[in-house]
């Protein structure tokens, strides 16, 4: 064989091969699903958690032939952007989306990203479901973005509400990071204090992310002497280290926040002296979870190795986008049609036991149906573990 | 004040311990090591392993924080930073290399440790308590007590053994060194191991207390720039000194400036401005490098 036959013959194979291949993968129609935040970087777990459980309910419907779209089958791919964590990302990573013709877009996972890609989305006729809390993305006239989770200023109160009925709770203090979310969160969170009539004995001290050891920035805040203390919008880094310090400071009150956070994280990095703290957990809890929220734990913790307890929130958003989708098919290209079945939209929520409904909310925060409902859950941290303390529902 | 200070000290030896690495491989290379967070980082994921994991000892878990940042040191300087000394007269080749290696690092770590906070269990439990004075867990007071230990240890053999004296001869004056029969290859590798293990092993030391994550490269090597410009780039005393004062204005600002918001950092960063317009070299740097 000469030369030219080997580079002839390979080129053939080639070709064939793709041709092969191509139509093997192209059984069903793709339908783009995108993902903008972050997944590198301190913030890292929030987006990653994000991305994975885009990308494991995607496999799983994939696997299952497709999801049904008036009458067509089409499969599911992710589209994933790391942002960051930096706005200027964010508008690249949207834009992209834009590029891609993807109408339906998961993220940004915080407040400024959150703000920064809205021109792009609006220009570009893309619905985006940021993890991000500012009212004004929510509120009219802005209308492309849906709120992917329960904010701080509806778990908040219930947090403190239900802790000044059962245990006596009367002064309460704020200690966030120095950055965007933190600090908004601190002061809602203040503001939610005050209005149910708690004292606010601290809420100055402030941290930078990379601190490596907090107790002289807890000692003034435990000098004033709360009941609870409150890590306003802490993240799963910091939150062992906080924790741990104030314990070893001899701090005995409560201590809360309105994140979600990682029980091994907890557990490694603070112990037993963790027990007692109170967060929001993931959507789901064993009494609620169904059989398939079960399976997408499974699954989940087979694709990546190791599961993590927001994905229980995180697996809602791309059910919420192709459910509303499959109730009215027009909406696939058009997020005006999204936006009108929004108002009446109902299906039912697989995640959860009994007649338990997909559903946007919102009106009490937003003016409009601008969220998407999922549980309300507020966990306490014990030996290792999170114990469900009581749920609520939004709106 | 007790309490101040102790923080301080605490806050100081560690740090100390994150510079003399940065500052030796300065010093040896003229290269600046914008790696030298992840190296940390890589290092308290490797102790995590070996004790969360694998359930052996902590000390265990050091050593093998050591060695393995010990290889990968040697490994960057020969296969990486050596070539590229060698062929560009450039500094910012080195820079780049530097900065290249870091995000490259970042992607490791992201793929055989995952994205979470990982922390292993107190290594001694109780806490220290002068009649609310003077607050320190036992496992801090520990921790830094090994962090000067191992400062101390780090100076005697830059002082006292051959391999310490080359090192420092060609700190001082490369070409010298090498006219004086020093093996100029052989120890600027040692060198790049010796700082890369320092890193490991801080971090090491310090997954019992802060945990570690993927995040904290990127801050740490912000950090210890900052303390070899306070202490004067390449200079052992200073990257010791730089750290302790770092630690000391932390630990100050933290308490006396919190009422005024988070500013400690935005002080420490103008009083540095205003210190290298007068003092550019440093406390401890000499004008001429």
Redesign the interface.
Same mark, same amino acid.
């Given at each position: 064989m000469n030369r030219r036959t080997l580079l002839k013959s390979t080129a053939l194979a080639a070709a064939a091969s793709l041709v092969f291949f191509g139509a093997a993968s192209a059984q069903n129609p793709v339908l783009k699903i995108g993902f903008v935040g972050v /997944?590198?970087?301190? %913030? %890292? %777990?929030w987006g990653?958690s994000n991305q994975r459980s885009m990308e494991t309910r995607a496999a799983w419907l994939n696997e299952l032939g497709g999801v049904e779209i008036d009458g067509q089958k089409y499969d599911v791919q992710i589209v994933a952007f790391d942002d960051q964590k930096d706005p200027k990302r964010a508008i690249a990573g949207m834009e992209k989306m834009a590029q891609e013709g993807i109408h339906y877009v998961v993220g940004p996972n915080v407040d400024d990203g959150a703000a920064a890609v809205r021109p792009v989305a609006e220009q570009n006729g893309i619905m985006y479901f940021p993890y991000a809390f500012p009212k004004e993305l929510y509120t009219a006239p802005a209308s492309n973005a849906i709120l992917g989770m329960v904010a701080n200023y509806q778990s908040g109160p219930a947090i403190y509400k239900y802790l000044m009925e059962n245990n006596g709770v009367k002064k309460v203090a704020f200690v966030a990071a120095?950055e965007s979310d933190p600090l908004s969160q601190r002061d809602g969170g203040v503001e939610a204090a005050k209005a149910l009539g708690l004292e606010v004995v601290s809420d100055?001290? /402030?941290?930078? +992310?990379?601190t490596?050891?907090f /107790? !002289? +920035?807890l000692?003034?805040v435990l000098q004033s002497q709360p009941d609870l203390l409150v890590l306003s919008g802490v993240s !799963?880094?910091n939150a !062992?280290?906080l924790i741990r310090s104030a314990r070893?400071?001899?701090y005995t009150g409560l201590i809360s926040t309105e994140t979600a956070q990682?029980a091994? +994280?907890l557990q490694?990095?603070a112990?037993e002296l963790a027990n007692g703290f109170i967060s929001v957990g993931g959507a789901s809890t064993p009494e609620l979870a169904s059989d398939a929220m079960r399976e997408f734990v499974d699954r989940y913790t087979k694709m990546f190795?190791?599961y993590?307890d927001e994905s229980n929130t995180k697996v809602y958003a791309l059910e919420y986008i192709l459910e509303t989708i499959k109730a009215n098919p027009a909406a696939m290209n058009d997020v005006e049609e999204f936006k009108k079945t929004m108002d009446t939209f109902e299906a039912p929520n697989p995640f959860m036991v009994g007649d338990a409904k997909l559903t946007y909310v919102g009106t009490t925060s937003f003016g409009q149906k601008r969220q998407v409902s999922v549980p309300l859950v507020v966990n306490e941290f014990k030996d290792g573990a999170f114990q469900t303390l009581f749920v609520a529902q939004v709106d | 004040m007790e309490q101040i200070l102790a923080n301080g000290l605490y806050l100081g030896a560690q740090y100390a311990l994150i510079a003399l690495g940065l500052t030796l491989i300065f010093s040896l290379m003229n290269v600046l090591n914008f790696a030298h967070g992840q190296m940390y980082v890589l290092g308290g994921f490797v102790t995590y392993t070996v004790v969360a994991q694998f359930g052996l000892p902590f000390i265990v878990g050091l050593v093998a924080s050591a060695v393995v940042l010990a290889v990968v040191g040697a490994g960057v300087e020969r296969f990486l930073f050596r070539p590229v000394v060698a062929r560009s007269k450039r500094e910012e080749s080195t820079m780049l290399l530097a900065a290249g290696i870091a995000f490259f690092l970042d992607a490791v770590i992201l793929l055989l440790f995952g994205e979470k906070q990982r922390g292993v269990p107190k290594i001694v439990n109780g806490v220290f308590n002068w009649d609310f004075r003077l607050v320190m867990p036992y496992d801090r007071i520990l921790i830094g007590v090994l962090a000067i230990a191992m400062i101390a240890g780090f100076i005697a053999l830059m002082q006292y053994t051959r391999a310490g004296r080359a090192m420092r001869a060609l700190a001082q004056d490369r070409m010298a060194a090498q006219l004086m029969g020093v093996d100029v290859e052989r120890y600027s590798m040692l060198g790049f191991a010796l700082g890369a293990m320092l890193a490991g092993l801080v971090g090491g030391l310090l997954v019992t207390i802060t945990g570690v994550n993927l995040g904290m490269g990127g801050p740490t090597s912000i950090k210890a720039f900052l303390m070899i410009m306070i202490g004067g780039a390449g200079v052992i005393s200073g990257a010791i000194a730089g750290g302790f004062i770092l630690g000391m204005m932390e630990s100050i600002g933290l308490t006396l400036l919190a009422a005024y918001g988070d500013i400690t950092y935005l002080v420490i960063f103008a009083s540095l401005m205003v210190f290298l317009a007068f003092r550019p070299q440093g406390l401890m740097g000499k004008p001429w490098g």
């Amino acid at each position: 064989m000469n030369r030219r036959t080997l580079l002839k013959s390979t080129a053939l194979a080639a070709a064939a091969s793709l041709v092969f291949f191509g139509a093997a993968s192209a059984q069903n129609p793709v339908l783009k699903i995108g993902f903008v935040g972050v /997944t590198s970087g301190p %913030a %890292a %777990a929030w987006g990653i958690s994000n991305q994975r459980s885009m990308e494991t309910r995607a496999a799983w419907l994939n696997e299952l032939g497709g999801v049904e779209i008036d009458g067509q089958k089409y499969d599911v791919q992710i589209v994933a952007f790391d942002d960051q964590k930096d706005p200027k990302r964010a508008i690249a990573g949207m834009e992209k989306m834009a590029q891609e013709g993807i109408h339906y877009v998961v993220g940004p996972n915080v407040d400024d990203g959150a703000a920064a890609v809205r021109p792009v989305a609006e220009q570009n006729g893309i619905m985006y479901f940021p993890y991000a809390f500012p009212k004004e993305l929510y509120t009219a006239p802005a209308s492309n973005a849906i709120l992917g989770m329960v904010a701080n200023y509806q778990s908040g109160p219930a947090i403190y509400k239900y802790l000044m009925e059962n245990n006596g709770v009367k002064k309460v203090a704020f200690v966030a990071a120095n950055e965007s979310d933190p600090l908004s969160q601190r002061d809602g969170g203040v503001e939610a204090a005050k209005a149910l009539g708690l004292e606010v004995v601290s809420d100055s001290v /402030t941290y930078q +992310v990379d601190t490596t050891d907090f /107790t !002289p +920035v807890l000692l003034p805040v435990l000098q004033s002497q709360p009941d609870l203390l409150v890590l306003s919008g802490v993240s !799963p880094a910091n939150a !062992p280290q906080l924790i741990r310090s104030a314990r070893e400071l001899g701090y005995t009150g409560l201590i809360s926040t309105e994140t979600a956070q990682d029980a091994t +994280v907890l557990q490694e990095g603070a112990g037993e002296l963790a027990n007692g703290f109170i967060s929001v957990g993931g959507a789901s809890t064993p009494e609620l979870a169904s059989d398939a929220m079960r399976e997408f734990v499974d699954r989940y913790t087979k694709m990546f190795g190791e599961y993590n307890d927001e994905s229980n929130t995180k697996v809602y958003a791309l059910e919420y986008i192709l459910e509303t989708i499959k109730a009215n098919p027009a909406a696939m290209n058009d997020v005006e049609e999204f936006k009108k079945t929004m108002d009446t939209f109902e299906a039912p929520n697989p995640f959860m036991v009994g007649d338990a409904k997909l559903t946007y909310v919102g009106t009490t925060s937003f003016g409009q149906k601008r969220q998407v409902s999922v549980p309300l859950v507020v966990n306490e941290f014990k030996d290792g573990a999170f114990q469900t303390l009581f749920v609520a529902q939004v709106d | 004040m007790e309490q101040i200070l102790a923080n301080g000290l605490y806050l100081g030896a560690q740090y100390a311990l994150i510079a003399l690495g940065l500052t030796l491989i300065f010093s040896l290379m003229n290269v600046l090591n914008f790696a030298h967070g992840q190296m940390y980082v890589l290092g308290g994921f490797v102790t995590y392993t070996v004790v969360a994991q694998f359930g052996l000892p902590f000390i265990v878990g050091l050593v093998a924080s050591a060695v393995v940042l010990a290889v990968v040191g040697a490994g960057v300087e020969r296969f990486l930073f050596r070539p590229v000394v060698a062929r560009s007269k450039r500094e910012e080749s080195t820079m780049l290399l530097a900065a290249g290696i870091a995000f490259f690092l970042d992607a490791v770590i992201l793929l055989l440790f995952g994205e979470k906070q990982r922390g292993v269990p107190k290594i001694v439990n109780g806490v220290f308590n002068w009649d609310f004075r003077l607050v320190m867990p036992y496992d801090r007071i520990l921790i830094g007590v090994l962090a000067i230990a191992m400062i101390a240890g780090f100076i005697a053999l830059m002082q006292y053994t051959r391999a310490g004296r080359a090192m420092r001869a060609l700190a001082q004056d490369r070409m010298a060194a090498q006219l004086m029969g020093v093996d100029v290859e052989r120890y600027s590798m040692l060198g790049f191991a010796l700082g890369a293990m320092l890193a490991g092993l801080v971090g090491g030391l310090l997954v019992t207390i802060t945990g570690v994550n993927l995040g904290m490269g990127g801050p740490t090597s912000i950090k210890a720039f900052l303390m070899i410009m306070i202490g004067g780039a390449g200079v052992i005393s200073g990257a010791i000194a730089g750290g302790f004062i770092l630690g000391m204005m932390e630990s100050i600002g933290l308490t006396l400036l919190a009422a005024y918001g988070d500013i400690t950092y935005l002080v420490i960063f103008a009083s540095l401005m205003v210190f290298l317009a007068f003092r550019p070299q440093g406390l401890m740097g000499k004008p001429w490098g």
